[in-house]
């Protein structure tokens, strides 16, 4: 039965995700991503102990270790408990659909021909791009701001930071670029570079170091830039936020979303109303699905006309 196919398919997953996950801690190798990510946050780690930008903040910074467990819950547990299934399910539909059109996948594009370092360079651009929209929608969509309130209740930048987002958004970025991602035909099985080295630029916006890449500012995000898109007070013709870049600067400039006023190292970081989001990771992650009071209502269309960053 069609039920029957899918409890498998859910459960082939968890058992091989689960195998997969304990292979990675268990046996080191120089694509292994448990530890690739373990290692990048080491050496952002000692960064920010040698060179701070903000020097006030203490060295375990507020909420360092809240930031902590999300780093390693986005990028692990959330597949394991309940990603790797839900996807190979929605994978499997989505197959099927396709074959009552006669199709078995959606390449528009073949792009298997071309040398892997242009592969790779495509990739890096074009879902750089996706995700940039992506990331302004969920400050445009009321619904998806509630999620993303989560990634911008940090009141003290560092590069924990960068992981520190609702689950709901790997759902909202890997669903909304599932379908355009799919149409190049990419030879390469293989996207461990552009993976990790988007994994490090998003550590190195998040990381309280100051480091000067002079014109390549105009090219990749960067931690005096990102700051702002953190700012709890925003230009009143940006009411929805700034500098949505993810890895690359450009499609700000491009856009004139890019918004850097000035330095930015002290400024205050968060949204109207964050002294009521809750503190803990459990009260975060249900927060977007509680049914809103009166008052929330308020500070909702409030931050909407302000300040929602």
Do not use: C
Request: no cysteine; charged share 15%.
């Amino acid at each position: 039965m069609i039920f029957d196919r899918y409890i498998d398919i859910a459960a082939n997953s968890y058992s091989g995700y689960g195998g997969y996950l304990w292979n990675e801690i268990t046996h080191p190798h120089w694509q292994n991503y448990f530890y690739w990510l373990t290692g990048l946050s080491v050496v952002f780690l000692l960064l920010e102990w040698v060179k701070p930008w903000r020097t006030q903040q203490a060295r375990f910074r507020k909420d360092f270790w809240l930031d902590l467990f999300y780093m390693y819950f986005n990028y692990f547990l959330f597949s394991l408990v309940i990603f790797a299934a839900a996807s190979n399910v929605f994978v499997d539909l989505f197959n099927q659909f396709l074959a009552l059109f006669g199709l078995e996948n959606l390449v528009m594009f073949h792009l298997e021909t071309w040398p892997t370092w242009a592969q790779l360079l495509t990739l890096l651009v074009v879902a750089d791009f996706i995700n940039w929209n992506i990331h302004r929608l969920l400050h445009r969509v009321p619904f998806l701001w509630e999620f993303h309130k989560v990634h911008h209740s940090v009141e003290q930048m560092g590069f924990a930071a960068h992981l520190r987002y609702h689950w709901m958004e790997n759902i909202v970025y890997k669903s909304l670029s599932y379908i355009p991602l799919a149409m190049l035909g990419f030879g390469i099985s293989d996207f461990f570079i552009v993976y990790m080295f988007n994994t490090a630029i998003g550590h190195w916006n998040h990381a309280n170091i100051n480091v000067n890449i002079g014109p390549l500012k105009y090219i990749f995000n960067n931690p005096q830039m990102h700051i702002w898109h953190h700012s709890h007070e925003l230009p009143e013709d940006k009411p929805y936020g700034v500098n949505f870049g993810i890895t690359l600067s450009v499609w700000d400039y491009i856009f004139r979303t890019n918004w850097i006023p000035h330095e930015g190292r002290d400024i205050q970081l968060g949204f109207p109303g964050l002294k009521r989001f809750p503190q803990t990771f459990f009260g975060q992650v249900v927060y977007g699905f509680r049914k809103k009071k009166k008052g929330d209502e308020a500070e909702s269309s409030s931050s909407s006309s302000s300040s929602s960053s």
